[in-house]
């Protein structure tokens, strides 16, 4: 039995889910320094990103901003690798670690036939929020609109989840090898 990974909403659908891709979202990016009584100007990139907040809360009206991860092709994921890693065989081993969840900080989705052109890449490190009205209003004129299905959009947000709920020890765990040594005897 095959599952397809993705579904194109209807120009009508004026849903939010996990999983669907909002090209060109307008972000807005905060300046570095930010004075009470001053004001600043804001920046707005138009990212292209994937909303990871759950469709149960989306659905029920019970948040205010939208998370939203960046998700950029393949093929400029593999560019932006470190010069050691642009040989073949390096590239490969990347692909095949991206695919296996190696790159916590990544997840690896499908392409779509229609819709992307390339092997998409989600980045975890660089989270944004948008105001979930400003979101409807965005996706109303948007045709073609993709939508990550289950159980990939579960995945996805698995993959987020752990992520996020990395925990970083102050010692690490060590054993010596003669302890391991008499308990493997």
Not at 92 to 114: D, I, M, S
Request: glycine content about 4%; aromatic content about 10%.
């Amino acid at each position: 039995m095959t599952f397809p990974w993705y579904t194109l909403c209807e120009k009508n659908d004026s849903t939010l889910e996990q999983g669907d891709f909002i090209p060109d979202c307008p972000v807005v990016i905060p300046p570095l320094h930010i004075s009470v009584h001053e004001e600043v100007e804001i920046e707005i990139k138009n990212i292209d990103s994937i909303i990871l907040s759950q469709s149960c809360d989306l659905g029920h009206g019970k948040i205010e901003l939208v998370l939203l991860c960046p998700y950029l092709p393949l093929f400029i994921w593999l560019e932006a690798l470190p010069e050691h890693q642009q040989s073949n065989r390096a590239r490969e081993k990347a692909v095949e670690n991206l695919r296996k969840g190696y790159f916590p900080g990544y997840h690896l989705l499908n392409t779509h036939e229609t819709a992307l052109d390339d092997y998409q890449v989600v980045d975890f490190k660089n989270v944004n929020a948008v105001n979930y009205d400003f979101l409807l209003s965005l996706i109303q004129d948007r045709e073609n609109r993709v939508r990550l299905l289950p159980p990939y959009k579960e995945h996805l947000s698995q993959a987020f989840a752990r992520y996020f709920m990395r925990v970083g020890l102050p010692q690490d765990l060590k054993i010596e090898p003669e302890f391991i040594k008499r308990q493997i005897k």
